[in-house]
């Protein structure tokens, strides 16, 4: 994976689709093309456990009392930058856009692209409820589809390049800018590729749920598997 994304990254393409095992990209085994990312783009990691492309630069980052508000200070900065997080709190959503307007008041203007392996708010790829309807008989409602919210929030930073891992829905990506997927194509064959060569059909690829359906079958295309799912 992390060879794809620094090709991809030098020539813009949009799709990753050969990857490795994740477990050997978030272990940074890739001494080489960890280097020749550093030596081509300053690495912030927002979530300092999580160093996909090695330690990146120090800065300051605060949380001040009221327990929901940040703050991120960083050096002055040139070039291109590759910032990384893992979102698990709303904190770390507001960290990346403070992170992303700090850099944009940097002159010149650094080149910005972000890392996030999950994508917030993809499962809900759809308003659950249908415009006026009735949800207990007495009170229309209404929602958003939440990814495409966060999508149009996340375009407002400018992000060069969006990197995701194996994105749950094709609906969020389409509406985010500079996205760049990368598929688990490789990861599941990795598990049942000789399962599969040997012709085993005691085991199933499941759709979670009809609309996971389009996905799966794609995976299933891609990896050789042939049985029901």
Same mark, same amino acid.
């Given at each position: 994976?992390v060879?794809?994304?620094?090709?991809?990254?030098?020539?813009?393409?949009?799709?990753?689709?050969?990857?490795?095992?994740?477990?050997n990209?978030?272990?940074?085994?890739?001494?080489?093309?960890?280097t020749q990312?550093?030596?081509?783009?300053?690495?912030?990691?927002?979530?300092? +456990?999580? $160093?996909?492309?090695?330690q990146?630069i120090? #800065?300051?980052?605060?949380?001040?009392?009221s327990? @929901?508000? =940040?703050?991120?200070r960083?050096?002055?900065?040139?070039?291109?930058?590759?910032?990384?997080?893992?979102?698990?709190?709303?904190?770390?959503?507001?960290?990346v856009?403070?992170?992303?307007?700090?850099?944009?008041?940097?002159?010149?203007m650094?080149?910005?692209?972000?890392?996030?392996?999950?994508?917030p708010?993809?499962?809900q790829?759809?308003?659950?409820?249908?415009?006026?309807?009735?949800?207990?008989?007495?009170?229309?409602y209404? +929602?958003? $589809?939440s990814?495409?919210?966060?999508a149009? #929030?996340?375009n407002?930073?400018?992000?060069k390049? @969006?990197? =995701?891992l194996?994105p749950?829905?094709e609906i969020?990506t389409?509406?985010?800018?500079?996205?760049?997927?990368?598929?688990?194509?490789?990861?599941?064959?990795?598990v049942?590729?000789?399962?599969?060569?040997?012709?085993d059909t005691?085991?199933?690829?499941a759709c979670?749920?009809?609309?996971?359906?389009?996905?799966v079958?794609?995976?299933?295309?891609?990896?050789?598997?042939?049985?029901?799912?």
């Amino acid at each position: 994976i992390v060879g794809r994304i620094h090709g991809c990254l030098k020539r813009g393409e949009k799709t990753l689709t050969k990857t490795e095992s994740l477990n050997n990209f978030a272990a940074g085994r890739n001494k080489k093309i960890l280097t020749q990312i550093n030596s081509i783009m300053t690495i912030i990691n927002l979530d300092r +456990e999580f $160093t996909p492309f090695g330690q990146g630069i120090n #800065f300051q980052s605060t949380v001040f009392p009221s327990g @929901f508000e =940040v703050n991120v200070r960083l050096p002055k900065i040139t070039g291109k930058v590759l910032i990384t997080t893992r979102i698990k709190e709303p904190n770390d959503i507001m960290r990346v856009v403070i992170t992303a307007g700090a850099l944009r008041n940097m002159r010149p203007m650094p080149e910005v692209s972000i890392f996030m392996p999950y994508l917030p708010y993809a499962r809900q790829d759809r308003a659950m409820i249908e415009e006026g309807e009735v949800d207990d008989e007495t009170e229309p409602y209404q +929602e958003a $589809t939440s990814v495409k919210d966060f999508a149009q #929030f996340m375009n407002l930073q400018s992000f060069k390049n @969006f990197i =995701v891992l194996d994105p749950h829905s094709e609906i969020g990506t389409t509406v985010l800018d500079g996205v760049m997927k990368v598929s688990n194509h490789n990861l599941v064959k990795k598990v049942l590729g000789d399962r599969i060569a040997a012709g085993d059909t005691n085991f199933r690829i499941a759709c979670p749920d009809a609309s996971a359906e389009k996905k799966v079958g794609k995976l299933c295309r891609g990896i050789g598997y042939t049985n029901p799912m």
